[in-house]
């Protein structure tokens, strides 16, 4: 986490600012754009476009959109740090803006469920994801909303070519379904919270 006196350094805020916390998790670059270990990013750009919100800024080594949805400011953002090492742009985030924990939404790809279905969950383990492993170490806590998105499991020895392939022809079409569906749970967790997203989306 950033020092004290690293946050007053940089204008932190000095008190909660309402603000909810979208991360969406992937790798950058063109070669990364379209793997399934992006389904985060692919998420965040989806929710994006359906709210008209452009990611024109950077700070903290993560592209930043940010608007309001539903009378709620947000900021959404994908990590420009790599996979491994998302929780150093997040934990710069959350400190910087007083993030409350229940209004950090973190999505990303999980290969233990099945193709499309999605998870949503208030708090947990990182589940040996290691982006996640990364942002739990930067904030210092797991008790944060997270929705991830299966990619599924076709070879437990290959592992890593799976995550970082692309989708085929067939599975863009259940992925552009699962897309829309993760932008509306996001919606419905900004309205209603991630107890009345949880009944509808899991």
Same mark, same amino acid.
């Given at each position: 986490?950033?020092? *004290?006196?690293?946050?007053? $350094?940089? %204008?932190?805020?000095?008190?909660?600012?309402?603000?909810?916390?979208?991360?969406?998790?992937?790798?950058?670059?063109?070669? @990364?754009?379209?793997? !399934?270990? +992006?389904?985060? &990013?692919?998420?965040?750009?989806? &929710?994006?476009?359906?709210?008209?919100?452009?990611?024109?800024?950077?700070?903290? +080594?993560?592209?930043?959109?940010?608007?309001?949805?539903?009378?709620? !400011?947000?900021?959404?953002?994908?990590?420009?740090? &790599?996979?491994?090492?998302?929780?150093?742009?997040? %934990?710069?985030?959350?400190?910087? @803006?007083?993030?409350?924990?229940?209004? *950090? *939404?973190?999505? @990303?790809?999980?290969?233990?469920?099945?193709?499309?279905?999605? =998870?949503? $969950?208030? =708090?947990?383990?990182?589940? %040996?994801?290691?982006?996640?492993?990364?942002?739990?170490?930067?904030?210092?806590?797991?008790?944060?909303? $997270? *929705?991830?998105?299966?990619?599924? $499991?076709? +070879?437990?020895?290959?592992?890593?070519?799976?995550?970082?392939?692309?989708?085929?022809?067939?599975?863009?079409?259940?992925?552009?379904?699962?897309?829309?569906?993760?932008?509306?749970?996001?919606?419905?967790?900004?309205?209603?919270?991630?107890?009345?997203?949880?009944?509808? &989306?899991?």
């Amino acid at each position: 986490m950033p020092s *004290l006196r690293w946050l007053k $350094r940089h %204008g932190a805020a000095e008190t909660p600012q309402n603000i909810k916390l979208i991360v969406g998790l992937g790798n950058p670059g063109a070669r @990364y754009a379209h793997s !399934r270990h +992006n389904i985060g &990013f692919l998420v965040a750009d989806r &929710f994006a476009r359906a709210h008209a919100l452009d990611f024109t800024r950077k700070r903290f +080594n993560a592209q930043i959109a940010e608007g309001s949805v539903g009378g709620q !400011r947000i900021l959404l953002a994908k990590p420009q740090t &790599f996979m491994n090492s998302s929780g150093e742009a997040v %934990g710069k985030l959350f400190a910087f @803006y007083k993030i409350a924990p229940h209004d *950090l *939404l973190v999505v @990303y790809d999980d290969l233990d469920l099945p193709l499309g279905k999605m =998870r949503l $969950r208030s =708090r947990g383990s990182s589940g %040996g994801h290691h982006g996640m492993e990364s942002i739990i170490a930067h904030v210092g806590m797991s008790d944060f909303p $997270r *929705l991830r998105v299966g990619i599924g $499991r076709p +070879n437990p020895d290959a592992d890593i070519d799976h995550v970082l392939g692309s989708f085929d022809a067939d599975e863009r079409v259940v992925m552009d379904e699962t897309f829309t569906r993760a932008a509306d749970a996001i919606d419905v967790w900004l309205t209603d919270g991630i107890t009345a997203a949880m009944n509808k &989306f899991n």
